[in-house]
């Protein structure tokens, strides 16, 4: 139980263009999921945290117009990247959790491999 | 604030011997705390985590962690390593204003044969 899917697992796409990941909670229903990125030298931030049918909250330093984090059902996140350049390439995480799990632990996804040309 | 120290990037051990990979937290209130591992190119996998209770936190694939509140650590460890151990790990401590993890740097684990 408690799978999360993550789509594509790689991207590749030219300067300018606007990128879509899919978040998937595939057996559980998903009130909070979050969207991490992840840079070469391994550490994890937190960009956003989304709720199911609200707005996201985003960290700070991360821009809402260039990644639109869209969670509009208790199964599916939606991250795009908007005018993707090339200091946009990342590995890019999801992770869910249902009510009152977040205490617990969050059940992340596999990972989006963004590469901007 | 909350924060979460691995002081180590990389921690090499030989097949069979114990592991430890260390992790320091700062924390107003009580800690939650988790360790999650991460092979490459994959999302993380959740090992561990402390809410309450007892000290020692047994987790999956073998692996243990021991809270330690006066010296607010909770070190990950394994009596005995396997090569298939050698991964990415990232100690975590849930934020106490929500449901946000703050996660460490994360400590590359290496088994060797």
């Known amino acids: 139980g408690a799978v999360v899917s993550q789509h594509p697992s790689r991207v590749i796409c030219k300067s300018g263009t606007s990128v879509k990941i899919e978040c998937r909670s595939l057996?559980?229903?998903?009130?909070?999921m979050f969207w991490y990125r992840q840079f070469p030298k391994k550490s994890l931030m937190l960009m956003a945290t989304?709720?199911?049918?609200?707005?996201?909250?985003?960290e700070q330093g991360v821009e809402k117009d260039k990644f639109l984090i869209n969670h509009a059902s208790l199964t599916l996140s939606t991250l795009t990247v908007t005018s993707a350049h090339p200091e946009d390439s990342s590995f890019y995480i999801c992770?869910?959790?249902?009510?009152?799990?977040?205490?617990?632990?969050?059940?992340f996804g596999p990972g989006t491999r963004l590469t901007v040309l | 604030a909350q924060s979460v120290a691995q002081p180590e990037d990389q921690v090499n051990v030989a097949e069979g011997n114990p592991l430890t990979v260390k992790c320091t937290y700062s924390?107003?209130?009580?800690?939650?705390l988790f360790w999650y591992v991460q092979y490459p190119n994959r999302g993380l996998q959740f090992l561990l985590k402390?809410?309450?209770?007892?000290?020692l936190v047994k987790g999956s694939y073998g692996f243990e962690a021991e809270f330690n509140k006066s010296q607010t650590s909770f070190h990950l460890k394994k009596p005995s390593a396997l090569v298939s151990d050698s991964a990415l790990y990232f100690c975590?401590?849930?934020?106490?204003?929500?449901?946000?993890?703050?996660f460490g740097t994360g400590t590359r684990l290496q088994v060797f044969p």
């Open positions: 992770s869910a959790t249902t009510s009152g799990r977040a205490l617990y632990e969050q059940f």
């Open positions: 057996d559980f229903q998903a009130t909070t």
């Open positions: 989304s709720n199911e049918g609200s707005k996201a909250t985003y």
């Open positions: 924390v107003s209130g009580n800690p939650y």
């Open positions: 402390y809410i309450t209770g007892d000290n």
């Open positions: 975590a401590v849930r934020d106490s204003g929500g449901d946000k993890l703050i």
